[in-house]
Structure formats: C-alpha cells, structure tokens
C-alpha cells in the first residue's frame, strides 16, 4: 500500500504533496475518531507522530468523535503530547 502522507511540509518529501514511498506503518488519528488509520513509510510515520496528530495505536474501539473526555485523558497519558512546545523560529528552525 502506497503512503497517504499528503503533509507538503514533511521532510521525507519537501514541496511535494504526495509521498512516493511504500507506507508500512498504520498511525491512527488522535484528535478524531478513526477506525481505518493512514499508512504511511517509515520517514513519514516518525513526522506525523511528532506534530502529536497521529499514534501508532487505535483509541479504545468504545470511544465516540464527540468523547472529548476520553480522548482528552488519553492524550495526558502521551509522553510527548505533554512535553513543552519548542519556539518557532521564521526561518523555518525550531
């Protein structure tokens, strides 16, 4: 299966929006209900996973879109969800 990453700021394909790569990870959606999950290579996985929008596990298959609460508590138990966000700087370093 091709990787879906459509991210043209992913550095595993700069400028380009679709990722040539085979996609051999399953990262799943944390701020929404996703039963399917993305598949996405190697480079791609570790930078959606970064951006704290992806998980390489399913949320617990009773949680519903609008179970803000659970979604929430599961989100503090992420090690790096809860690490302190990094200053932008404009010339695109962080």
Not at 7 to 31: N, Q
Not at 60 to 71: I, K, R, S, T
Not at 72 to 84: E, G, V
Request: proline residues 11%.
């Amino acid at each position: 299966m091709k990787c879906a990453c459509a991210d043209r700021g992913c550095p595993a394909h700069p400028g380009a929006r679709e990722c040539p790569r085979e996609g051999r990870e399953t990262l799943f959606r944390v701020d929404m209900e996703d039963n399917t999950g993305t598949p996405m290579c190697v480079p791609c996985a570790s930078d959606a996973m970064q951006s704290g929008l992806f998980s390489p596990g399913e949320p617990e298959e009773d949680w519903g879109a609008g179970d803000q609460e659970a979604l929430s508590l599961w989100m503090t138990y992420r090690p790096d969800y809860n690490d302190p966000p990094q200053a932008f700087d404009a010339t695109g370093g962080l």
